[in-house]
C-alpha cells in the first residue's frame, strides 16, 4: 500500500515536563532510533508516522513534540486546540514531574473545548526499575490515570518496552471514539481529517447510530 495514502488524519500533542523523554519516545517509535543525549525540544517538533488500524483503512499520525520548559508554554498552548490525542508522559524515576500531570491535563482541557482531547498516561524510562531508581509505582500512576479517565502504560525508549504499544493504544482510541460519534469532526478544526470515501461513509455511519461515547458532556478529556 503506497504510504502516502491515509483515510484519516490524527494530530497528537505530546505533554510532560522537560527532560521525561518525550522526544526519545517519538523517535524510537517513527524511526526505531534511541540516541543517550537528545537536544530539548524548543518551541515544537513536528513528526508524522502511518498506522494501519484496521484492513484498509491507514491513519496518518502527526505528532506535535512539545517543551516542557515555562518560556515555551505560549508557544505550545496554541497547539492543543487541533490536537485529538494527548501523551501525557512522566519520568518513572522524577516525582516532579509525575506531580505535575494533573496540571497539564487541566491545562489542555482548559483550552480544547468545545472539541475533546483523548489521552492515555505513560510512565517512561521503565528500564531504570531494574537499577533500584523508581520513585513512582505503577499503583500510584494506575491510580491517577484512572481518576483522569484514562489507560496507563508503562515505556521505555532506551530498550524500546512498549514504545510501539504506547502510541498504537491511543491512536486506536481515538479512531474508536471517531467510530462511536465520541469524537466528531468539525470545520475548521484539525485535530482530525478524512481523506477518502471510506472514511466518510463511516463517518456517516457514525453519525445515524446511536452514540457508544459517555454521557457526560460536561468531560471535555477522556
Not at 3 to 15: G, V
Not at 164 to 181: D, K, M
Request: charged share 25%.
Amino acid at each position: 500500500m503506497d504510504l502516502t495514502l491515509w483515510q484519516y488524519q490524527f494530530r497528537i500533542i505530546m505533554l510532560g515536563d522537560s527532560t521525561v523523554g518525550k522526544s526519545s519516545l517519538l523517535k524510537r517509535y517513527t524511526e526505531d532510533m534511541f540516541l543517550d543525549t537528545v537536544n530539548q525540544t524548543v518551541g515544537v517538533d513536528f513528526y508524522v508516522h502511518f498506522l494501519e488500524v484496521e484492513p484498509g483503512v491507514r491513519v496518518k499520525l502527526q505528532f506535535w513534540d512539545t517543551a516542557g520548559q515555562e518560556r515555551f508554554r505560549s508557544v505550545t498552548r496554541s497547539y492543543y486546540r487541533n490536537s485529538v490525542g494527548g501523551l501525557l508522559v512522566f519520568d518513572l524515576t522524577n516525582h516532579a514531574s509525575f506531580d505535575h500531570i494533573k496540571e497539564w491535563h487541566a491545562e489542555v482541557c482548559e483550552r480544547v473545548q468545545p472539541h475533546k482531547v483523548l489521552f492515555i498516561l505513560v510512565g517512561h524510562k521503565s528500564d531504570r526499575d531494574a537499577h533500584g531508581e523508581r520513585v513512582v509505582s505503577r499503583e500510584e500512576a494506575e491510580n491517577l490515570a484512572g481518576q483522569l479517565g484514562m489507560l496507563y502504560i508503562e515505556s521505555s525508549a532506551k530498550t524500546g518496552q512498549s514504545v510501539r504499544e504506547s502510541f498504537e493504544l491511543l491512536t486506536r482510541r481515538v479512531y474508536q471514539g471517531l467510530l462511536s460519534g465520541e469524537v466528531e469532526l468539525r470545520e475548521g478544526w484539525d485535530g482530525v481529517k478524512c481523506s477518502a470515501p471510506r472514511a466518510l461513509q463511516l463517518q456517516k455511519a457514525s453519525q445515524v447510530q446511536p452514540s457508544t461515547a459517555p454521557k457526560n458532556n460536561k468531560k471535555c478529556c477522556g
